[in-house]
């Protein structure tokens, strides 16, 4: 590809490329990187290496250019090598340097005294949090992210159920895509996807449901732009309940009443069997149903059924029903059957938080997944069905790593004795170690941090790593401050910055972030990448699994078992080249060996179980990340797979056979196409709260905001929250441009800039409310219902009503 003419699309696009100072930093020099050399290139004083991009689960290869003398970040350039990004980046990703740069990095640890944080050591700082783990490690609790890099995730995950015996140990991730985890599961008996980005290069129609990633994944998004400006017809269609920046380059757009999706995925499966289109072949020789027979009461495994069973209950979902529940025509219906009934077309379906963040999550994965089965839309490049991530990590760390309260690494669970028995051997613990009980998930673990003790809130402490709770919690008043007033609740939270999460914890530690610590993540394509420590963090900040390792060794220092082997050992014992054992938990010696990859090769040895083999560690060293299962050949080298379950690429597909889900539940190879029905959500506008609440992201900001709102060229661009309101919603209700309106929920009120026809367009009886400004916590009145198998939450639709403000 021509990287100019890329490079033009992208910026056509609206959504990716911004030319910045950064960038400019070398191009200015004129020796932009050439990408030849996998790991370090010079350029006079500027050094550079690769990294992955520090935001979102795109996982775009950046070159990072560091000036020797200043020993700071200075340029960053896209990594023309990556195959991810080929040479582009996004507004975000160009000005990644800037996020080590603000002004108020937390450099001390600092302990809460009365209504104050003071400063106080390092070693004060871990020995209150191993007396936090003494006094009750039942108690206590780690809450860490898909930001983790996966040592990190690994060590935390070790901490917790090796050392601890205790699996509260839940990432953020569970808020972002713990849906898209039940849904893969209940559908292949495995999680992640079957595709990879490569689908997006060869789909004839790309389906966005729900989902945004002309804002969200940008880079991806341009790789389809891209596509059709070199002449390739590629249709779009933009599933959504609100008109975005992908809606401009759809086309079609189908606007949908919330939760409706699942009566719009029934209605394709009706036409597929009406019309007789279905793929009848490899509905049968690869595939199952099933439905869960108890409503009331959902499980991951349901109940099996016969196809005959499926055709009767998908029957009532015709478009002409489904059209007047959903609001979409029955010609967008009918055109949705159609090209799922086309042999000829191939379809990727992308989605992320619109179906993810659902009190339905993991029922419209499973619809969705199982349109893709039933019209053999599956198994071959360009045909995919493909959940994407918000963080760079979700997979590589919460969903492999697994770091979630029931998983334990390789996608083994706590409550199977095989699986538990396997990690004692491989962490070579006493057998028994490891509780069978699975931990408290994220929701549950914020509500009991919230209740005191006397009420059966069980959880005393709570350990945050890389992530900001005190923003990102659904109802905030519910399951956030209230702990804040309990004196025995114990809040420790780890971070870079000052976030709302820092400015209530009992004790704060600073941390390393991205280039000044090693580390390792993985994308939403199964990617995992490496990158090296690059500069020094801020004086004061450690690396996160620094402090998981230090806290770890203070207790074995206190003679805490559960930190010690069934040997005696250290669980966290490292050695040199020479087998001489390196002090690692003490800050001066932490980067004498490299502490990521005995990690993670730690860490692969569990990989083969699932089939998500991975390569060792040197071998991420040399590329821009391996898709998983990474294989070794027999001349040595190590291969990639791009799409699994598929004989033509998948080395772990029975011989003879074209496609074998060979984790299926059902142990026979085959994968489930699951019914679900469509009821309603558990909270709708009615009189007293007439509108749909909305919440989500902008392209400019990720996430809470904590690094990109100090970055200046992006708080510049977008510097605070607004809620977007229909124009005629607005005129009715007597509501100007910018002015300042109040939205209540049942869960409390918060004061808001309107923004009428902004980037943004929601429909008639709907708000949307961004999420990353921390001075308006749009979560202190969304609603905390959650999926009753993900538990993931429903951050995209509540009821609210608008009033004006008096002057
Ligand atoms: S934010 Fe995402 S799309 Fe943008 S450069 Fe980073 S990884 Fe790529």
């Not at 019209?375 to 360009?382: H, I, R, V, W």
Request: with cysteine; aromatic share 10%; net charge positive.
């Amino acid at each position: 590809m021509d990287r100019r003419k890329f490079l033009k699309i992208a910026a056509l696009t609206t959504a990716t490329a911004a030319a910045n100072k950064l960038a400019y930093a070398q191009e200015s020099a004129g020796k932009a990187p050439q990408g030849d050399d996998a790991t370090t290139m010079m350029s006079d004083s500027v050094v550079w290496n690769k990294a992955p991009c520090r935001f979102c689960g795109t996982g775009c290869h950046l070159q990072v250019g560091v000036d020797k003398k200043k020993g700071k970040v200075v340029a960053i350039a896209g990594d023309r090598k990556a195959e991810v990004n080929k040479g582009l980046a996004c507004v975000k990703g160009y000005h990644a340097g800037l996020l080590l740069y603000g002004s108020d990095r937390l450099t001390t640890p600092m302990l809460k005294k009365g209504d104050k944080h003071v400063p106080i050591s390092w070693d004060e700082a871990l020995s209150i949090v191993a007396k936090r783990v003494l006094k009750d490690p039942s108690g206590f609790a780690f809450y860490g992210s898909g930001q983790w890099t996966i040592p990190e995730g690994y060590a935390a995950q070790k901490f917790m159920k090796g050392g601890l015996a205790c699996n509260h140990i839940d990432p953020n991730a569970r808020l972002c895509m713990s849906s898209a985890v039940t849904g893969f599961e209940s559908t292949y008996g495995v999680d992640e996807p079957a595709g990879t980005f490569t689908d997006l290069d060869k789909a004839d129609v790309i389906i966005c449901w729900g989902n945004n990633p002309a804002e969200m994944h940008p880079v991806l998004f341009s790789r389809i732009i891209d596509r059709r400006s070199r002449g390739e017809k590629v249709e779009l269609i933009d599933l959504g309940t609100r008109r975005t920046r992908t809606t401009d380059h759809a086309d079609h757009y189908m606007e949908f009443n919330p939760q409706t999706d699942l009566a719009i995925a029934n209605c394709i499966s009706q036409q597929l069997i009406a019309n007789g289109t279905y793929d009848r072949e490899f509905v049968e020789k690869y595939c199952n149903f099933r439905k869960d027979n108890d409503l009331s009461n959902p499980t991951l495994k349901g109940d099996a059924t016969t196809f005959e069973d499926y055709k009767k209950l998908v029957a009532e979902y015709t478009p002409e029903m489904v059209s007047e529940l959903s609001g979409l025509s029955v010609a967008q219906l009918q055109h949705l059957g159609k090209i799922f009934g086309d042999p000829k077309k191939k379809i990727t379906s992308l989605w992320c938080m619109g179906m993810n963040q659902h009190t339905r999550g993991t029922d419209i994965n499973r619809l969705v997944h199982g349109i893709h089965l039933l019209s053999g839309k599956f198994g071959s490049p360009g045909n995919a069905p493909t959940s994407l991530t918000g963080q760079p990590s979700a997979c590589g760390t919460a969903r492999e790593v697994g770091t979630l309260a029931h998983l334990l690494p390789g996608g083994r669970l706590v409550a199977k004795p095989e699986h538990r028995k396997d990690a004692e051997e491989y962490w070579n613990l006493p057998a028994g170690r490891i509780n069978p009980t699975p931990g408290y998930h994220t929701v549950k673990m914020w509500e009991k941090f919230s209740t005191p003790s006397d009420k059966g809130g069980d959880i005393h402490t709570i350990w945050v790593q890389v992530t900001n709770p005190g923003q990102s919690l659904p109802n905030l008043e519910k399951l956030f401050y209230p702990s804040r007033k309990l004196d025995d609740k114990f809040l420790i939270v780890s971070d870079g910055y000052p976030t709302e999460s820092t400015r209530h914890a009992d004790l704060i530690l600073p941390s390393a972030m991205w280039v000044e610590k090693n580390g390792m993540v993985g994308n939403s394509e199964r990617r995992t990448q490496q990158w090296f420590r690059m500069v020094e963090p801020p004086k004061g900040a450690r690396d996160d699994a620094w402090q998981t390792i230090a806290v770890a060794r203070k207790l074995y220092d206190l003679g805490f078992e559960g930190m010690k082997d069934k040997d005696g050992k250290f669980i966290f014992a490292m050695q040199d080249e020479k087998g001489k054992e390196v002090p690692v938990w003490k800050w001066e010696n932490y980067y004498d060996i490299n502490v990521d990859k005995q990690l993670f090769e730690e860490y692969r040895l569990f990989s083969r179980m699932k089939h998500k083999n991975l390569a060792p560690y040197d071998e991420y060293v040399k590329a821009r990340g391996l898709r998983w299962p990474v294989v070794e050949q027999k001349d040595g080298t190590w291969r990639e797979t791009q799409f699994r379950f598929a004989a033509f690429d998948d080395p772990f597909v029975e011989k003879g056979k074209k496609i074998d889900f060979y984790h299926s539940t059902t142990n026979d190879g085959r994968a489930q196409i699951w019914f679900a029905p469509y009821t309603a959500p558990p909270e709708m506008p009615d009189k007293e709260y007439p509108l749909w609440l909305c919440t989500g992201r902008v392209l400019e900001h990720w996430h809470s905001g904590t690094m990109t709102m100090r970055i200046p060229q992006l708080r510049r661009a977008m510097p605070q929250a607004y809620v977007e309101i229909n124009p005629s919603d607005a005129r009715e209700m007597g509501i100007a441009n910018g002015e300042k309106v109040r939205l209540v929920t049942r869960r409390g009120q918060l004061d808001l800039p309107a923004w009428i026809n902004g980037r943004g367009k929601p429909p008639k009886g709907s708000v949307f409310v961004p999420w990353f400004d921390e001075r308006l916590l749009i979560n202190l009145i969304t609603l905390d219902a959650h999926c009753p198998i993900s538990k993931q939450p429903d951050y995209k639709k509540c009821a609210v009503k608008i009033t004006k403000i008096a002057e």
